[in-house]
């Protein structure tokens, strides 16, 4: 599937998206190549946060819908706010000047979603539920959505805010899957049936909020790409082997496990490789088996109870 409505008053969003995280050093001409490339491949799908480069990733993107004004009408772009040097912030106040920080540096007058980025513990749901409205009302954000959020903090939030929450971006990859491992371990005593976030999936399944994957190709935490790593051979010749029968790269592979989750679910590359857009891109038009998916799955180090 290329395409994913996150919600009615919303533009269809490809289920391939650019990850603007590692693009903040990109000079104008690479920018404008990278993102064209996406575009051509009917990505049109942008994530940033208002921390990725210290807002030099939105000042890039910033400069090419500068140069390109006609673009923005078929770009949906996604930023968040409330991290902050040392400490998580979903105040009111912080929120609101993050936004007005994040529309100046892309020079845009709305955002598509804005996503608060990890939980604040210590948030006043009451200030979210005001920033929320304010932004809505002013039209400089469309949609909202979380990240990083287990099921408990989402019911909580919505017990308060005006708006659907639309989406909740988490790490997920072949090599990085708590998610899904208690999932298929729930009533076991093994290390897979710790639940780590109270059953995430199947809640945002129930509520119609969208998964969004981020380090897609990651093995831990920012530990490095699994992609042809000794310590996942098996993972890899498995990839290698269904990347053949579908006759693309094996980070194509990688890419169309994850769209295979049935979240409405959106893959971020991190790519800033014109090329690897394209791999990514093809991911969009394979479906993959069960047995395929359950095998990668395995192969990743996994057990099937
Ligand atoms: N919500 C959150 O808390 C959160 C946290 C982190 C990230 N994110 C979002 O998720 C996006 C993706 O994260 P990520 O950058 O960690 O994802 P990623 O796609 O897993 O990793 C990107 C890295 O993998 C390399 N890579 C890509 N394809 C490769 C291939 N075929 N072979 C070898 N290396 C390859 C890239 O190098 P090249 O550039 O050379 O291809 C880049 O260094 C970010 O841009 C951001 O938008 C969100």
Redesign the pocket.
Known sequence: MKQVILQENLKPVSTIGI????IASMNEKEADTFIHTALDASINFF???DI?GGGKSEEVLGTFLHNSPSEREKMFIQS?CGIRKGFFDFSKEHILSSVDGILSRLHTDHLDSL?L??PDILMDVNEVQEAFDELYQSGKVLAFGV??MSSGHMSYLSKYIHQKLITN?L?V?CAHTPIIDALLHVDMHDTWSVDHDGGVLPYMMENGISLQC?????KGY?EG?F??DPEYKELNDTLDSIASKYKV?K?TIAYAWLLKIPCSTQV??????PE?IL?AAKAMDIDLTKEEWYQIYTSAGNILP
Request: aromatic residues 8%.
């Open positions: 990850g603007c995280m590692r994530d940033e946060a990725y968040k996503l980025h990890r990240s990083n971006q790490q990859s981020w380090s897609p190709l990651q920012f790409v992609l042809n790269e980070d971020i590359t991190g790519t800033t490789k690897r791999s």
